[in-house]
């Protein structure tokens, strides 16, 4: 089995983000608001990355290797 790996959740994961909550099960299963507002992605990211400064909360991206 791969192991996982975990990586701060920043700017560089927007496309990724993107990618994500444009796919229907995600919205799906998820409290990501359907539709997603335009520029959802990065203002999701940046509200981590200021949670980070503070202290207050952490966003990680998973993955395989």
Do not use: C, H, K
Request: net charge negative; hydrophobic share 45%.
């Amino acid at each position: 089995m791969g192991e996982v790996r975990l990586e701060l959740l920043d700017q560089r994961w927007v496309e990724d983000v993107a990618d994500l909550v444009a796919d229907p099960q995600v919205l799906r299963f998820t409290r990501i608001p359907e539709p997603p507002p335009a520029g959802f992605a990065r203002t999701w990211i940046e509200s981590y990355e200021a949670a980070r400064i503070d202290g207050t909360r952490e966003g990680f991206a998973a993955l395989a290797s």
